[in-house]
């Protein structure tokens, strides 16, 4: 445990953020291009004079929309990322590292925005998660030494904060 403290300790908030940020932009750079080619595909769809249904272009209007409004809610995050402070807190806020002690010693990053994924650095995996997820709702305001639980009742899980970074 005090050797997984201290690589901890060697991650730079800085870095982390930096990390994020590049993924979520390329993420962005994804959804864009296919957004593009939906607008595309929407102007090459058959009207309803060309075609016995008018379902085409409604369905390519609608993927549109779904591309649109996840393009909207990452470019939020990212602004919202970049308001984020790095701060030394004893109690968990949103940017803390926490080290909670569980089967697997896992690290969280408690931020604006979950992309479902870890960052590894220094050999270490720090799994993102958002601050309004149940996890993350669970961690916020805790201290070192507290034990939270989350989850639904039939699968209710049990993690001790071992440092709050």
Same mark, same amino acid.
């Given at each position: 445990? +005090? ?6 300790? #060697?991650?730079? @908030?800085? @870095?982390?953020? @930096?990390?994020? +940020?590049?993924?979520? #932009? ?20 058959? =009207? ?33 990322? #970049? *308001? ?9 806020? @949103? ?5 909670? *002690? ?38 916020? =305001?805790?201290? +070192?030494?507290?034990?939270? +639980? ?6 209710? *899980? *049990? ?7």
């Amino acid at each position: 445990m +005090k050797y997984l403290i201290n690589k901890i300790m #060697e991650i730079n @908030k800085q @870095k982390l953020f @930096k990390i994020l +940020k590049e993924r979520v #932009e390329k993420e962005i750079s994804t959804i864009e291009k296919a957004f593009n080619d939906a607008v595309r595909d929407f102007k090459d769809a058959p =009207g309803p004079m060309e075609s016995a249904s008018d379902t085409t272009r409604s369905e390519k209007d609608r993927i549109q929309a779904i591309y649109q409004q996840k393009l909207d809610e990452l470019k939020k995050s990212i602004l919202e990322l #970049e *308001k984020l402070v790095f701060v030394d807190s004893d109690i968990v806020i @949103k940017g803390s590292l926490v080290i909670c *002690k569980n089967p697997d010693q896992q690290i969280y990053w408690i931020v604006n925005i979950g992309i479902g994924d870890d960052i590894k650095i220094n050999d270490q995996e720090i799994m993102i998660i958002s601050d309004k997820s149940p996890l993350g709702l669970s961690l916020l =305001g805790k201290r +070192k030494g507290d034990v939270v +639980k989350f989850g639904i009742d039939s699968n209710r *899980k *049990k993690i001790e904060i071992v440092d709050v970074i």
